[in-house]
């Protein structure tokens, strides 16, 4: 609780004292085969934000360079292939059980499982060009041939891959639930791209496998439609996740009692392509540690480090304890950056909490519309728990889940270190916290009085429910160097506007104008605008834009979802056909019932 208690010591215009540094947060419960030589294979950065900002798109994909120095993309499906050595079926043992049926799988990492392929013919509803070129080395004519619809619908798969899905567990609502497991997920294989990037691909929805408990292993369109767009969204805002490839819709029936109220209804199967360069969580050690199977454990811990922490001595006698301070550095970095941008992901279980720090299975996310810290956007969340303010203790829970799972991997002294650690996670969020909403506003450098500006702008963005995501957008666009007059809101700032009936915002502009005095004196508002603009957002995926798309889907027009995934691409740009469509205006009314919750 000690970030909730920070927030609001925020928010409530308070200084934090020494005494609430550091508490205990317990209360929350408990290669393409045949590269050239010069195609080496480097390590992914999720959290390297360069990659983000470049808008630019690399030429091409594949290794194989034309004449005039051109990398070529690959023109074929069937000339596609994963890469020769695949990391996860031959490192670890695999379950001997080959029959595809629920059961307890013990001493594995992974089950070889098949997808279950539809019964009905399949659309394609959408594709991710810049995945299939960047990622992929695919030319974009691939997607109109029957191999390439077959196999991101989990019809067909490549002859020589071995389809895996993973064993794990998780704390799942401070409870720990045992074997989880991937219940309608399956890893096609690795495959290693012209940038030497190494890439995990994944159908979720695509039928039972040992961990589907008593699920059906399908996933229905309007849960992936939402995977589907935000996981592309996210990566476009600049935020550690996975990506989406592909989204097919079938005619199979699949029953969904979508709020638990005793109301199911036959919906239509769905499937995502989705790609991760590691689909581990924290759940994937729990469930060694708990299981007594330290021995892989260990095996599965070293074989995380070398390959996704490069930085960390292998030979090192504490390179858990590194590794346990890198996954924390991270989480902080990926926790921030959705505060920042007012995402809530919903159902934040050590199974759903990625050992990447990427944002992974997207479930009953919500982005802030007017500002409400206690906003819960799974209807499934009787509590409250993973409301969007708690998020970062959370986020603490599950890395103290992390430092438990490490536990007998470490000596006494060891163990001893990592709670020293993980001590420090606090402060380092606060800073990053500050940093990120200093940027906000297009602030430079530190100065004393940050906090209390941004805590008073919260507090009133609060008791006026201003919209998050505009406030932000539309202070950026004030003129406020040029005049010492208070600047003229009109109706087209509709977010300061409502912002603007809070009796203490006239007061904060005349600080906030000071404030940005000290940034030098060549601070302008043209120059605040061009950096306010680079990360506060003009459009962010609303339940109500998701909501439509999935409407129109069902009734399988899919031009809304395709206009989307273009619209989400460039979030920060002005797109007159984005706030034609309202994209950027108050929500509609009713959009204020729209409801999303666990089942899926």
């Given at each position: 609780m000690m970030l909730i208690i920070w927030t609001l010591c925020l928010t409530l215009l308070i200084t934090c004292t020494a005494s609430n540094e550091g508490g205990d947060l317990h209360d929350l419960g408990d290669e393409q085969p045949n590269h050239d030589e010069n195609c080496n294979e480097q390590k992914i950065d999720p959290h390297d934000k360069t990659k983000y900002t470049d808008q630019k798109h690399r030429t091409g994909g594949s290794c194989s360079a034309d004449a005039d120095g051109t990398i070529s993309l690959v023109a074929s499906f069937e000339d596609w292939k994963f890469a020769e050595k695949q990391l996860?079926?031959?490192?670890?043992?695999?379950?001997?059980?080959?029959?595809n049926f629920v059961r307890q799988v013990p001493n594995a990492v992974f089950s070889v499982v098949h997808p279950i392929p539809f019964e009905t013919p399949v659309k394609l509803v959408a594709v991710s060009q810049e995945v299939l070129t960047d990622i992929l080395d695919l030319d974009p004519n691939v997607t109109s041939g029957d191999f390439f619809l077959a196999f991101v619908s989990g019809n067909t798969f490549l002859q020589d891959s071995t389809p895996l899905a993973h064993h794990y567990g998780g704390h799942q609502f401070g409870s720990w639930s045992g074997q989880l497991g991937d219940g309608r997920a399956v890893t096609l294989g690795e495959y290693v791209n012209s940038e030497g990037e190494r890439w995990e691909l994944q159908l979720k929805g695509s039928g039972k496998t040992p961990y589907s408990r008593h699920g059906d292993g399908r996933a229905v369109l309007r849960s992936s439609v939402r995977e589907f767009l935000?996981?592309?969204?996210?990566?476009?805002?600049?935020?550690p996740t996975t990506r989406a490839l592909s989204l097919v819709v079938s005619n199979d029936p699949v029953w969904r009692d979508q709020f638990y109220d005793g109301h199911p209804k036959q919906e239509r199967g769905a499937v995502v392509l989705r790609l991760a360069p590691s689909w581990f969580r924290i759940g994937s050690l729990e469930i060694l540690a708990?299981?007594?199977?330290i021995d892989l454990l260990r095996k599965l811990t070293d074989f995380i480090i070398k390959n996704y922490f490069p930085d960390i001595d292998m030979d090192d006698k504490d390179r858990y304890l590194a590794f346990l301070t890198e996954v924390i550095t991270q989480t902080v970095d990926m926790i921030v950056s959705?505060?920042?941008?007012?995402?809530?992901?919903?159902?934040?279980?050590?199974?759903?909490?990625s050992i990447l720090s990427l944002t992974i299975d997207y479930g009953p996310f919500g982005f802030l519309d007017g500002y409400k810290p206690s906003f819960v956007p799974n209807t499934s969340d009787d509590e409250g728990r993973y409301s969007y303010?708690?998020?970062?203790?959370?986020?603490?829970?599950?890395?103290?889940?992390?430092?438990?799972?490490?536990g007998p991997l470490l000596d006494e002294e060891q163990q001893k270190q990592a709670k020293t650690i993980l001590s420090g996670y606090t402060e380092k969020y606060k800073v990053e916290f500050m940093d990120a909403f200093r940027d906000k506003l297009g602030l430079y450098i530190e100065e004393p009085e940050d906090e209390y500006m941004v805590a008073v702008l919260l507090q009133m963005m609060q008791e006026t429910e201003a919209d998050f995501t505009m406030t932000f957008r539309q202070l950026g666009d004030l003129p406020l160097m040029g005049s010492a007059d208070p600047p003229i809101i009109d109706d087209s700032l509709w977010a300061l506007k409502q912002l603007n009936t809070h009796r203490m915002f006239p007061h904060w502009l005349k600080l906030y104008r000071q404030r940005l005095q000290k940034n030098g004196d060549d601070e302008t508002d043209e120059g605040r605008q061009q950096r306010t603009k680079g990360v506060n957002p003009k459009y962010i995926l609303r339940n109500w834009m998701a909501q439509q798309a999935i409407e129109k889907a069902e009734k399988d027009d899919f031009s809304?979802?395709?206009?989307?995934?273009?619209?989400?691409?460039?979030p920060f740009d002005d797109q007159p056909d984005a706030d034609e469509a309202g994209y950027a205006s108050e929500i509609p009314e009713w959009a204020k019932d729209v409801r999303v919750s666990c089942s899926s």
């Open positions: 996860l079926a031959e490192s670890f043992p695999l379950d001997p059980e080959r029959n935000v996981s592309e969204a996210m990566y476009h805002l600049g935020i708990t299981n007594g199977e959705w505060m920042a941008i007012g995402f809530a992901h919903g159902v934040m279980n050590t199974d759903n909490f303010e708690k998020q970062p203790d959370i986020a603490y829970y599950n890395l103290d889940k992390l430092r438990e799972a490490l809304q979802v395709q206009s989307l995934l273009q619209i989400l691409s460039r």
